[in-house]
Structures are given as C-alpha cells and as structure tokens.
C-alpha cells in the first residue's frame, strides 16, 4: 500500500484521537477528551457534541464501539494491531468506555479509522459482500469524502459539510483530486507545467532538475514508508525453501545488502538506510542498533557463514546446496511493480546473492498481489 492511499483514509474518515504535527502527542479527534481508570486498564472517552456522517446520519459512541469490536473480532487488518486486545461498551451516545485485557502502552490514543455503522455492519455478516464492496459510498467523517474513483487514474473528493474541524465555516477547499501516475517522468512534467498543485514521491532523479525551477518549491523529507526484505517463513506445505529456516542463512542474507550503494544509486543520496522497522512514524522510536550489532555489507563474511553452516556449491554451478548436497538454494522475490525502483532493486538483489551462491527467481506482483501473497498466502520469499 501507498502512502497516498493512507491520505485518502486520513482525509475520508476521522479517528477518535489524532496525532499533533510537530510531535506526535496524542491530541482530541472525534472524542474531545478521555479519562482513564485508576488501574490503567480502562479509559472512557468523550466525544465532540452534535458529530454527524457526511450523509447526515448521527455519529455517535454506537459507532465507535460498533468499530473496536468488529475489528477485534473479524480482525481487519488496519484496526486488529490497535483492536485485538481491547473491548469498548457504550456508556451513552456521547461517551464510549475502552478497556484493554492487557496493559497497553498505545492507550489513550485510539486512532483507527472509525467507519459508519450503518452502511458497514450489513455489510459485514458476509464475508463475500465485505471483501467485493467498492467502497464508494461516499460517506465518512473527514474533512473530504469521496466523491468519483477512476481506476487506475484518480479519486475525486469533495469537502465534506458536516466535518466537525470546520468550526462553522465555508471549507477552504472544495476539492482534491488524486491522480495516479504509472510513469514517474511524466508527473514530474504535468507538475512543471503546472497542471498540478502538488506531487508525492518524486524520483530522486528529478530532484536536482526541480530544485533549479522557480516555480516550484522542492521538499525533501523523509517518507512515511519503507521499502524491505522482508523473509516470509510460509504458509504453504512446503513453504519457505528449508534453508531459510536456518538463522545463519537469513544472517549471510543480511551482511550480503549493500545499503548505502542503494541510497546512492537508486536515491541518489537524498535517504539513508535504517537497520531496523521503527514502530512508529515518530522518529524517536527508531531503534538505535549498536554498530556491532547491525548488518553492514560484508560479502566475505556473508560467504563464510555460509561456509561454517556447510551451505557448499558441490557442483560448481556458482549456487550453494543444502549440507545434504541436495536442494540448490533459489530463492523467490517479489517484485513490487508499483513502484519505480522495484524492477531495479530485483536485480541488484539477484547481483548481491550470487555474490554468496544464492539464487533468486524474481516474480513481477502488484501492491495488492504482495501483501496478500507473503502475508495472507505465505507466497514469495521477499517483499518490496
């Protein structure tokens, strides 16, 4: 998924309690503020007075419950990390009391999407109708909603009335449109030609192009998003390959990633790589991973590992067995197609491995494709 898909979420539908810009403290959202109980445990929340669904329908604590619970049941994929482990029960239409069976460092802040009821909970006593709605009802309780999606091209929202932010006044947009651009280079020309307000996720390679354009203003941050090797251990009967069972094998895996020519190469420098998934956006929480704890690129080392665990190229062929000799050591990657760099990451990750004899089968899948087949199907070896 894109960050820009999140923005639509972010801008469709509010959340209880929302994040502040400068330093992510928790701050009111839909509930205007919450108490928790002596034990930590339970926190009872209070919502603005008068929230209404762009539709006109009443949006109340009923909803919110509605939303914890069902997630938590049915565990959606974007509520079930904040959801699973907590029950809410409606104290009266304006108050909703949370309780957490375990304590719980994320509480009070409660920011999954809250989803209106009632067009949702017929939808969700059937499995089949849930997964094959479109989704375009157009009703929610951001600031926008949407109002036309055109697939593979744009989303057009519109302001919604009732968005509580508006403090009684005339939005000051009446309309965004998201349009989707398969080739890079050609949003970066409509954005230069000015047929676009704003664009997200230039390619590196245009940067030193725009910056020399007056006018335009170039801003180079770091992203909301990552990109990975993530080793699926599998679903699937005979899932993954047995050599990635072995620690060893995954600790070659990680000193055979030359990081910083990635940056350099295919970022022309303007990021930095990470050595590990921080948890959170803030960029407190990254983890500070001690130099010699952390996987610096080493193709000598990543071989000897090898070496000492009896992984061999028995038959000369430049690809490592399994100690038995049998079983050579091809590994399957994902492809994200949706993404510029994807194709070009495949092969520097194909070049990497045969440094240490390992194979790689590269497979062209779609955002969707991947997340379902290494976290839903336990498909490919590697993701983004």
Not at 28 to 54: C, F, I, K, V
Not at 146 to 172: C, H, K, L
Not at 195 to 212: F, G, M, W
């Amino acid at each position: 998924m894109f960050v820009s898909e999140y923005e639509i979420w972010n801008l469709h539908y509010a959340t209880l309690t929302d994040k502040a810009a400068d330093d992510f403290s928790i701050i009111p959202g839909l509930a205007e503020s919450w108490e928790p109980s002596n034990d930590g445990l339970t926190y009872t929340y209070t919502l603005r007075g008068g929230l209404l669904w762009s539709d006109g329908e009443p949006l109340t604590a009923e909803d919110v419950a509605w939303n914890i619970n069902t997630s938590r049941d049915q565990r959606w994929q974007n509520h079930t990390s904040a959801t699973q482990n907590l029950d809410a029960v409606v104290i009266d239409e304006l108050t909703v009391e949370v309780t957490s069976s375990v304590p719980d460092p994320k509480l009070p802040t409660m920011d999954i999407y809250i989803v209106p009821k009632h067009i949702w909970e017929p939808l969700a006593t059937d499995g089949e109708a849930v997964v094959s709605y479109d989704g375009l009802d157009g009703v929610g309780s951001g600031p926008f909603t949407i109002s036309e999606f055109r697939d593979s091209q744009s989303v057009t929202m519109v302001a919604n009335p009732n968005y509580w932010g508006w403090q009684g006044e005339d939005p000051p947009i009446d309309q965004v449109v998201f349009q989707l651009f398969s080739n890079p280079d050609a949003m970066v020309a409509a954005l230069q030609q000015g047929e676009l307000d704003a664009a997200h996720s230039i390619p590196a390679s245009s940067v030193q192009t725009l910056e020399a354009d007056d006018n335009i203003e170039l801003v180079v941050g770091q992203q909301g998003g990552f990109d990975e090797l993530p080793i699926n251990g599998g679903a699937l009967e005979g899932q993954p390959h047995p050599a990635l069972l072995d620690l060893e094998v995954r600790r070659a895996i990680g000193f055979a990633l030359d990081k910083e020519a990635l940056v350099e190469d295919l970022w022309f420098g303007l990021t930095e790589p990470l050595e590990a998934i921080s948890p959170s956006a803030d960029p407190r929480w990254i983890p500070d991973i001690p130099e010699e704890s952390a996987f610096s690129y080493d193709p000598d080392r990543a071989n000897q590992i090898l070496d000492d665990a009896g992984y061999l190229d028995s038959d000369g062929d430049g690809i490592r067995e399994m100690p038995d000799g049998t079983n050579p050591i091809v590994l399957r990657h994902g492809v994200n197609t949706n993404t510029d760099l994807g194709a070009q990451i495949g092969d520097l990750l194909v070049g990497w491995m045969e440094q240490i004899g390992i194979g790689v089968d590269l497979i062209a899948l779609d955002s969707d494709q991947l997340f379902t087949a290494r976290v839903g199907a336990g498909n490919p070896v590697a993701g983004r």
